[in-house]
């Protein structure tokens, strides 16, 4: 079973950056599309970018573009979420989800379409 461990995750202020790992080993990593989902606290799990395994193709929720950037490395199984101009509002606990595809260019943006989810890391936002 593949568990992804994610990291990065901590207390910042209002503007201020984050950047998210997500390690995924057990699995050849470079067939997976990636994600990251967040959760606060009372409310559902929600879509925040995801990146096909190519890395060409990438894919953000409205609440994050032109904040937020997903990108690869295959060589090192690992997929990362830069945070930038954070807002209080990005409280969550982030998951890092993976499915395997047969598409180059394919990104999956619902939660049903992932296979395998690690077990979260907090980000914190205070105003």
């Known amino acids: 079973q593949v568990q992804p461990v994610e990291s990065g995750g901590g207390l910042v202020q209002a503007g201020g950056s984050l950047r998210l790992s997500c390690a995924a080993s057990?699995?050849?990593?470079?067939?997976?599309?990636m994600g990251w989902f967040r959760q606060a606290p009372g409310k559902e799990r929600e879509f925040v970018a995801g990146?096909?395994?190519?890395?060409?193709?990438?894919s953000y929720a409205d609440s994050v573009k032109g904040r937020f950037t997903i990108s690869r490395d295959n060589a090192k199984n690992t997929v990362y979420l830069q945070m930038n101009s954070l807002k209080p509002e990005d409280t969550a606990v982030y998951y890092c989800?993976?499915?395997?595809?047969?598409?180059?260019?394919?990104?999956?943006?619902?939660?049903?379409?992932?296979?395998?989810w690690g077990q979260g890391t907090q980000v914190t936002v205070s105003s």
């Open positions: 057990g699995r050849t990593f470079s067939s997976d599309t």
């Open positions: 989800a993976g499915s395997q595809t047969y598409s180059l260019e394919y990104v999956a943006v619902k939660s049903r379409n992932y296979e395998y």
């Open positions: 990146i096909s395994r190519s890395g060409g193709s990438t």
